[in-house]
């Protein structure tokens, strides 16, 4: 038997230590929390995803009573980012999100089903998509989907 361990590079940063790129990303996924239709939950996500084109994609989440027909915001983000611009490739996605009348204070992440789409969307680009995950005390950085989803499901392995 052997063992393998699995490590997860996290960098840890505050608002002001940003570039002024990522702080507007930042920036618009907040402002896309405020256009998330959340009755149910009242957890209001929103993303916002720069394309290789430097085009900027936002996007919220969308519940519905049915609740099996929501949809996360990193999906609804993704789905209409490769619907506008297909193929091209996503560099980096900032996630916000607002509850209890507040942005939250720590950094939320994205459920298992967005991971493995954000996956699939980073290996069609062929280049690491970087996640910024922001909360009002802190916000992480990661390098790439794998750092969310290690183990990635994948056809081709
Ligand atoms: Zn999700």
Redesign the pocket.
């Known amino acids: 038997m052997k063992e393998k361990n699995l490590v997860t590079k996290i960098r840890v940063y505050s608002y002001s230590e940003l570039s002024e790129a990522d702080k507007n990303l930042i920036d618009l996924a907040k402002s896309a929390t405020q256009r998330s239709y959340a009755p149910y939950s009242r957890f209001n996500v929103g993303a916002a995803l720069l394309l290789a084109n430097g085009e900027i994609i936002t996007g919220s989440n969308q519940e519905n009573v049915a609740f099996p027909s929501g949809i ?4 609804t983000t993704c789905f209409y980012a490769n619907s506008s611009y297909p193929g091209v490739r996503f560099v980096k996605l900032a996630i916000a999100a607002y509850h209890n009348g507040a942005f939250t204070p720590h950094p939320v992440s ?5 991971r493995q789409v954000l996956a699939e969307y980073e290996k069609l680009g062929g280049g690491k998509l970087e996640i910024m995950l922001y909360g009002d005390y802190e916000i992480y950085v990661l390098n790439e989907v794998a750092d969310l989803l290690p183990l990635i499901f994948d056809e081709a392995l």
């Open positions: 996360c915001a990193e999906r994205p459920c298992g089903a967005c």
